[in-house]
């Protein structure tokens, strides 16, 4: 089954550096997302990449999905402590199936 | 706040004990979805409903589990003589789709439930 993997599992960082999470997957997909999840709250989309795209912005967020590597990448600029929470990639194959998540990416921004 | 809602947004029961989640999606979302999450996971997927048919089921989502959307608006998710192993959150999600390309899904702040 297809199953997105983040890496790092954690990543610390002091603010105003860049922070860069990893995801890998197994299968042909639709597209990939991004979430972020603070503490014990629920899910915010971040952003959507499809499969014929290869990289994508949207604020201070960079994501490039490379599908021969069945790979993606969320990049974070002048990280701010607002920043800190869980990141999440899932994805959609190519059926409409439900999505997979990974495990996530815990981010902490220091100040 | 995406807009969907949750209910409630805690829960503590013993075990062996049945509960009902809510969950109210956007208005005019067809598709609704719920997801279990524990500690330190990502959520996994339990079951979608597209309008009010039941699309899809994971293996997770044993024979004590049971959703519905009947009106194909708001969702009900019920778990039968709850075990510990159920403490989780549990969270829905909802999206309007008319083609798989762009499915983004907008979640609720979802449900926490202890079994005690």
């Known amino acids: 089954s297809q199953q997105g993997e983040e890496d790092p599992q954690a990543l610390s960082i002091q603010e105003g550096e860049n922070a860069t999470m990893n995801c890998s997957y197994k299968?042909?997909?639709?597209?990939l997302q991004w979430y972020r999840q603070n503490s014990g709250r629920g899910l915010v989309h971040l952003i959507l990449i499809r499969s014929n795209e290869r990289e994508k912005h949207s604020g201070r967020l960079r994501v490039t999905l490379d599908t021969s590597k069945k790979s993606s990448s969320l990049l974070i600029t002048a990280s701010r402590a607002a920043d800190t929470a869980s990141y999440f990639c899932?994805?959609?194959?190519?059926?409409?199936?439900?999505?997979?998540f990974g495990p996530g990416t815990r981010l902490s921004v220091l100040p | 706040d995406t807009g969907v809602s949750q209910d409630p947004r805690h829960k503590i029961t013993k075990r062996g004990q049945n509960v009902t989640f809510r969950c109210d999606p956007i208005s005019e979302h067809n598709r609704l979805y719920w997801y279990r999450q524990t500690l330190g996971q990502g959520p996994e997927f339990l079951t979608y409903?597209?309008?009010?048919?039941?699309?899809?089921k994971s293996r997770l989502l044993s024979d004590r589990f049971s959703a519905e959307r009947p009106k194909g608006s708001f969702s009900t998710l019920e778990i039968q003589r709850t075990e510990q192993g159920d403490s989780a959150m549990y969270l829905c999600a909802s999206s309007l789709i008319w083609t798989s390309v762009d499915n983004e899904q907008f979640f609720g702040p979802g449900t926490r439930l202890t079994v005690l």
């Open positions: 299968t042909s997909i639709n597209n």
């Open positions: 899932a994805t959609e194959g190519n059926y409409g199936q439900n999505f997979v």
């Open positions: 409903f597209q309008n009010e048919a039941q699309l899809e």
